[in-house]
């Protein structure tokens, strides 16, 4: 069974750094094809994906917000975390990490998200 | 890379049918069978529905399928139910091996 939990703060002030961790069981990402993506939605707004690691470190991100996203893995602790820089409060959104199957562009499982918040 | 072009709402009656379109571009949805639809309830994470154009993963019912013609793609569920209430996001790769949503369809069933 595959479940992904997302953790970290919950609020976060202007100009600060987010630092999302996204804790997975039911799988490896050392396994030949797969994937963690991190997707935000603003409230009552659509989702946006941000970025993907793949299980040889391959890693994509949002052309509109690359200058400020890194994400790393954490293959024995089964771990991927995502970092954004230069938070403002549009970043204020649900945070959500999902698995990708190998050679798939789809997330089949996801995480309940983590609501963010920036404010001063 | 824009996001994908769906309309705001669309709304149906039990039992009937609907469609909610997906446009794009030939850099993500024209040139790519890599097309995929999510639902999404109120306060709870999105459901893959359909991937790769048209194929449901298992447990999805045979009411949702999915297609694309050139540049746009659409998801059709026929036989409306009261739980199909939800919003609808679909997504595509990209030419720049990135991923993009679509803007997202409220569906009302009346």
């Known amino acids: 069974q595959i479940t992904l939990k997302e953790s970290g703060p919950t609020l976060v002030k202007p100009t600060q750094t987010l630092t999302l961790t996204c804790t997975f069981s039911?799988?490896?990402?050392?396994?030949?094809?797969?994937?963690v993506g991190w997707i935000r939605q603003p409230p009552g707004k659509a989702l946006e994906w941000l970025a993907l690691?793949?299980?040889?470190?391959?890693?994509r991100y949002s052309p509109s917000l690359k200058s400020r996203l890194t994400i790393t893995k954490d293959t024995s602790k089964n771990q991927v975390v995502l970092t954004m820089t230069n938070m403002d409060p549009v970043d204020t959104a649900t945070y959500y990490c999902?698995?990708?199957?190998?050679?798939?562009?789809?997330?089949?499982?996801w995480g309940q998200g983590t609501l963010v918040t920036v404010s001063s | 890379q824009s996001a994908l072009t769906q309309p705001a709402s669309v709304s149906g009656s039990p039992g009937q049918s609907i469609t909610i379109s997906c446009t794009g571009t030939?850099?993500?949805?024209?040139?790519?069978?890599?097309v995929s639809w999510y639902q999404q309830h109120p306060g709870k994470a999105p459901k893959l529905m359909i991937y790769?154009?048209?194929n449901r993963p298992s447990g999805v019912s045979n009411r949702f399928s999915g297609s694309k013609s050139g540049n746009t793609a659409s998801l059709t569920i026929s036989g409306l139910q009261a739980e199909d209430e939800a919003d609808y996001y679909c997504?595509?790769?990209?030419?720049?091996?990135?991923?993009?949503f679509g803007g997202g369809t409220q569906l009302t069933v009346l």
């Open positions: 999902a698995h990708s199957r190998p050679v798939a562009t789809y997330f089949d499982y």
């Open positions: 039911g799988f490896s990402l050392s396994t030949s094809g797969v994937g």
């Open positions: 690691i793949y299980w040889d470190d391959d890693k």
């Open positions: 030939s850099s993500d949805v024209g040139g790519y069978n890599y």
């Open positions: 790769e154009v048209s």
């Open positions: 997504s595509s790769y990209t030419s720049s091996s990135t991923l993009v």
